[in-house]
């Protein structure tokens, strides 16, 4: 059985197609009305137009073709010609069982799954993370969960930052900082290839000498001082065609600046729920890079500029001129995009995906229609296979994307600590400091805060910009992440007194108006997820989560379950509230966000 607007929206297009008006003027929503109906239908108004008729008319023989229906208990006509239709309680009834029974909890796989490649938070080597990673790595992870719970076989990828002008500075800035480290690659200059035994050493050695901290203090000394001291800039560059055409003492020395970086930026995604199922790097296709500016050049597709190698990818009709795409630096260095090009042919190789999803920051939409446009004149990709899933940014009160309180670039670990501790003292104004032993105290305040900054995020479509406001997202009540983790957890701890009051779930039987609700919310889940599915767009199965907690929250207030009540009912009612935990759980999962026991 599918959803009950799938089912009446395939009903009323046959009615719109008996009288031979188009099919899809028969769309059903949920009505908007809910104290007058369920769904309704107003493609009697659009088909009035095409057939010259009244649309009362039109609206007429649709509720006539439809009035046998056993599934629906009215259907009228309103207005100008609307469409009003309600289900009847058995139907309703039945459709909830059946959500309740599915371990999806309602949700349908699509027919046929596609591979598909998510490429999100792209954090770099030493750089600090800005808000645009941050974003990246929250809508990307849902989309990721979505579209594989769906059914597509799905991978999302790192996209690590470890090449690129980037790793020549901080080559530079290490051996000024340490003349051990210029000594060692002195000493190293020459060499061609190291023994396995020499080559730990030396990476013993380096791991002595350069630590996290001492990248997160030169990186930024680096990057400043490139910027006015051209001497300087110039010796990174040349580091950075060194350290790409294979000198050996540089690439042990990125090997260590790269491990070092994974490593405590794996730990601080994990915190955030946020996972990869492949850690790759931009460097991982420096390899295919030569074969493919031969290929690029044997297409003709390379065109000499001012000493350097570009593809040209404006075309006509352009509202604007899009610069082409630097493949080859005058310098000789592979670019952000020749890695991002290389990289789409890597993933052919290993994985064949249908589709690749970019989702980074809006501000790159250029590169990524650089990138996308050379890939298919090179023919590396089909049409429509490449995406760039963009976004706005977390905006601080001033409007700007968000700063820490010195005015410094976010890092992740101190966003989530000062979302901890708010989420810490709401759960102390909660009453809860006392309630929660020490442990179980901060793995809620961890949850809570993960959900009101994920929530607050993926809340919003994507491309709109938002204000970060902790003392908002962090409030247990209003449209928060924290107030669906308090309607879960209430569903809990109704759980568990039901078990103490020996109460089970029984057949699901909806009467009252809450409990209609509360079912016909849970029917929407699975059009919600297609909606967030066909857009990537999360904020659907965010939205459709708010809405159930919401329903819920009503039923549980006029819906007696353990009190007052005959077994039947009760018991009725105790397995909606467990369909719809399932349900809010699922969701909620799918935009990254774990449920506490109590809070
Ligand atoms: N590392 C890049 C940055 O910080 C983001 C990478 C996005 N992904 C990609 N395939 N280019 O801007």
New binding site residues.
Partial sequence: MSDLKRSLGEAVAAAFAAQGLPQDLGRVTASDRPDLADFQCNGALAAAKVARKPPREIAAAVVEALAGRPELQSVEIAGLGFINMRVSADTLSARAREIAADPRAGAEEIAEPRRVMI??????VA?P??V??LR?SIIGESIKRLYRFRGDQVLGDA???DWGFQMGLLIVAACDDDPFIAALMERLAGAATISDEDERKVMAALAEHVSLADLDRLYPLAAGKAKTDTDYRDRARKATAELQGGRLGYRLLWKHFVNVSRVALEREFHALGVDFDLWKG?SDADALIPGMVKDLEDKGLLVEDQGARIIRVAREGDKRELPPLLVVSSEGSAM?GT??LA?ILDRRKSFDPNLIL????QR?AD??EQ?FRAAYLAGYANAGELEHIGFGTMNGTDGKPFKTREGGVLKLHDLIEMTREKARERLREAGLGEALAPEEFEETAHKVAVAALKFADLSNFRGTSYVFDLDRFSSFEGKTGPYLLYQAVRIKSLLRKAAEAHLHPARIQVAEPAERDLALLLDAFDAALTEAYDKKAPNFVAEHAYKLAQAFSKFYAACPILKGVDEKVGGSRLALALATLKQLETALDLLGIETPERM
């Fill in positions: 490429d999100y938070a792209g954090p770099n750089k993370m800005h645009g990673h990246a996209h690590f930052g931009e952000y890695t991002d990289t970019y989702c980074v920051d790159q590169h990524f990138v």
